[in-house]
């Protein structure tokens, strides 16, 4: 079983900073791509940033320039860099991971798709 353990929201002031963590531990598995996604109330869950395990990146177009996705594939772990924070950007921030499940003996090969409980951002004025 693969868990994602995310750390790293709180409460800052519009134009602070904020650093997410995101650490996938279990059994064995590999990674495709690590991301982040935000849902705020009222709002939909959408895709803030992904990283694939070869390096390539993707954004939204509301946090390209401000935020910064890294990984560190030692540690199995994501972190999401959010600078120049805007009210807009209070959310619940969800970490999510896509990969497999290597075959067994007794098992063929699976995809994975794990999410993290979220952790909470938020921006005052």
């Known amino acids: 079983q693969v868990q994602l353990v995310e750390s790293g929201g709180g409460l800052v002031q519009a134009g602070g900073s904020l650093r997410l963590s995101c650490a996938a531990s279990g059994s064995m598995f590999s990674i495709n791509a690590m991301g982040w996604y935000r849902q705020a109330p009222g709002k939909q869950r959408e895709l803030v940033a992904v990283i694939t395990g070869t390096g390539s990146t993707n954004y939204a177009d509301s946090v390209k320039g401000r935020f910064t996705i890294s990984p560190d594939w030692a540690k199995n772990t994501v972190y999401l860099q959010m600078n120049s924070l805007k009210p807009g950007d209070k959310a619940v921030y969800y970490c999510?991971?896509?990969?497999?499940?290597?075959?067994?003996?007794?098992?063929?090969?699976?995809?994975?798709?794990?999410w993290g409980q979220g952790t909470l951002a938020t921006v005052s004025p």
């Open positions: 999510n991971l896509d990969g497999g499940v290597p075959p067994s003996p007794s098992s063929a090969y699976r995809t994975l798709e794990v």
